[in-house]
DNA sequence: GACTAATACGCACATAGGTGCGTATAGTCG
DNA sequence: CGACTATACGCACCTATGTGCGTATTAGTC
């Protein structure tokens, strides 16, 4: 894997843009941790380790392709458990999965067969 | 271990409160994790598991010998870690290890030999 | 077509606090 | 003295983010 090429995302890039896309809308953001386990329950998609998924996180918020910042104190403190990073697609992120969808003719991203 | 007799303290509540003792006047205060590990090092001591020592810090500060409070969310993220829940040894927490101490005429608490 | 270098990944572990469950223990009561 | 029971403990695991190290991969370059 040589000096990427701006503009290709990875299947995990791929995934985390598609899932972050749906629950965005719902919920106004999503975390590192809920993310793992749901691309984990999609067995066949592009998920790995946490390890893996919160580097991806932090390159793509390097790239624009997120954004980020840590949950209140308070909120985390009344659920009695550890903060989290919220994290949201951008612009630039939601533009460059649907291009990345576009390139790809066979299947979706999450792997579902076409009808 | 039946009904405790108030005024008893168990090995590893004379540890926390000697080891707090001895770090708070340099600290000001310390935090579980950290104790563990000190507790853990001084082999020979009372220090057993993770969990009865978070376990024992929660039950002394019922009790009123010790006193908490998490750490400001801005220390923790400028040192990139979880926030720390910060312990204080109070005044009766005091009282009691002194008066613990005074009964026990063999050895201290750490378990050095007399001199 | 072979080689090299950049990159991403998997695994294990760190940091910090905390809980659930089964077992060991030790006062107290009959 | 034995049985009962409250209590503390050990172990394993959870929540959440993140890093270090060695390996696999792969896109460019020659």
Redesign the pocket.
Known sequence: ?????PGVL????LAILDAGLTIQPREGSF???????TLAERDGS?L?????L??????MEVAGLLESEW?APET?EA????????YRVTGAGEAAFRAAVRSEQRGTVTGEALA
Chains 1, 2 share one sequence.
Do not use: C, D, H, K
């Open positions: 894997m040589p000096r990427r090429r990875l299947p995990i890039e975390f590192g941790f809920a993310l793992a386990r592009a790995v380790s946490q390890g893996a919160y580097r991806a996180l932090n390159r949950e985390a659920e009695g458990r550890p903060r989290r990073r919220l």
